[in-house]
């Protein structure tokens, strides 16, 4: 029997974690940051835009200070932080013309709500949260009083197993066709059966060539330069990884050739291995909200980072360097294989107006309105691409951080029980 204590002990600043009904699952964070500006803001750092504050979309339990929760769920305890999110709103018995829906912060063009008001007369009653946390915990509530929940992939295995979200019915989305079919294949959810993607983003590491002194004769371009140690001595404390364990570990796997999903005696033993070797030359496991400002800078040269948060560091350095040293940094998806990671949208188990939320799902799933969330947001909607490509600039659709090169090899991650308990066995073993 593995232990909350035991858990949090091993995954650190790192792990959310929540037990219910005498289960462990460990959960992702993304970090983010939210710009001062309204209906056009981006997730991360708009274009041009000088003024942000630093936050992190997808903040960690033990990590943030904030004000803690313990909330009982199933005969077990879920130990979460709320982060500023928005109250439910409160349920009541007829909802008529309304429609609640419950998002992440700065992940939506705001004009877009009015028009679907206007065009099924159905008031939407829209709130956000910064962190999956709070979306997974009002889905353990029945949806608390939501009627569409956008919640990480991390979580969505999870909530079908206890029953908290409603099969989707595809006959009554028009545009179910315009979803890309690769979304199709997530193993949390095969066939997307009781959600369907909003947005996603990817893994990859951040290179600050204007500041590295070092001459490593290359470019880097594979999980396998993080771990080659002839590299590593060349920039020995100069380099970091995520502080969110499950990304150094898929990454040991992918520079060892290891399947994603071997999870064996010999493949956790030789990711262990590798990362302990690592370990000697990076600054460490920083959180976000440290290697963007430090990677912008020229702090770090290299670091594992996520894709909206590599686009928020080169906006920085840009404005820092100028644009004629732009080329100095870059984002990489790295070879052999990468993997993305999906925001989706569920329908809960209690929502009032589940039709409302039929129509909005189908309403976002319009290659216009879907290519003015990405706009908005700075993360890749789920569309296919030629359809995209009519509404969003060359700029914007040639962006590595927020649209992935056709020839990068992208996987979703399994999130098994099997994976989790490795992803503890791995990081005690590392990190003590």
Do not use: C
């Amino acid at each position: 029997m593995v232990t909350r204590r035991q858990l949090l002990a091993a995954i650190g600043a790192a792990a959310v974690l929540t037990a219910v009904g005498g289960e462990l699952l460990l959960f992702r964070r993304e970090g983010t940051t939210a710009t001062t500006t309204t209906a056009g803001a981006r997730q991360f750092l708009k274009r041009g835009s000088s003024t942000t504050s630093m936050v992190t979309r997808r903040k960690l339990l033990v990590a943030i200070g904030a004000a803690a929760v313990l909330a009982a769920v199933g005969g077990g305890f879920m130990l979460f932080r709320r982060e500023g999110g928005a109250a439910a709103p409160t349920q009541t018995t007829a909802r008529g013309g309304e429609l609640a829906v419950y998002n992440y912060s700065y992940y939506i063009d705001k004009e877009l709500l009015p028009e679907f008001e206007k065009e099924h007369g159905i008031k939407v009653i829209y709130q956000e949260f910064e962190s999956g946390e709070e979306a997974y915990a009002a889905l353990l509530r029945g949806g608390g009083g939501y009627d569409l929940v956008v919640v990480p992939d991390t979580y969505i295995r999870d909530v079908i197993k206890r029953g908290l979200v409603k099969r989707i019915d595809h006959n009554k989305l028009s545009n179910i066709g315009n979803v890309d079919p690769a979304f199709f294949n997530n193993p949390n959810d095969p066939g997307l059966q009781y959600s369907i993607p909003y947005a996603f983003g990817t893994t990859g590491f951040a290179v600050n060539y204007y500041a590295m002194k070092a001459d490593l004769g290359r470019k880097l371009d594979g999980w396998g330069d993080l771990f080659d140690f002839g590299i590593l001595e060349k920039i020995r404390g100069e380099v970091a990884m995520l502080e969110e364990f499950i990304e150094p570990i898929m990454a040991a796997k992918y520079a060892l050739g290891i399947d994603p999903d071997d999870w064996s005696e010999t493949a956790v033993n030789r990711v262990i291995e590798l990362l302990k070797r690592q370990k000697d030359y990076i600054r460490g496991y920083l959180g976000i909200s440290q290697i963007v400002p430090a990677i912008a800078a020229g702090e770090l040269w290299v670091s594992q980072i996520w894709s909206g948060d590599a686009a928020t560091a080169r906006d920085e350095f840009v404005k820092n360097a100028g644009e004629q040293h732009a080329d100095k940094f870059e984002y990489v998806l790295p070879k052999p294989m990468t993997h993305r990671w999906v925001d989706l949208m569920v329908i809960p188990r209690d929502a009032k107006n589940v039709e409302a939320a039929y129509l909005f799902i189908d309403f976002l799933l319009r290659p216009e309105n879907s290519a003015r969330i990405v706009k908005a947001s700075n993360y890749p909607t789920p569309l296919k691409r030629q359809l995209l490509e009519r509404y969003l600039d060359p700029d914007i659709l040639q962006d590595p951080t927020v649209f992935p090169p056709p020839q990068a090899k992208l996987i979703h991650l399994n999130y098994t029980d099997e994976m989790l308990k490795a992803v503890e066995r791995i990081s005690y073993a590392v990190k003590g």
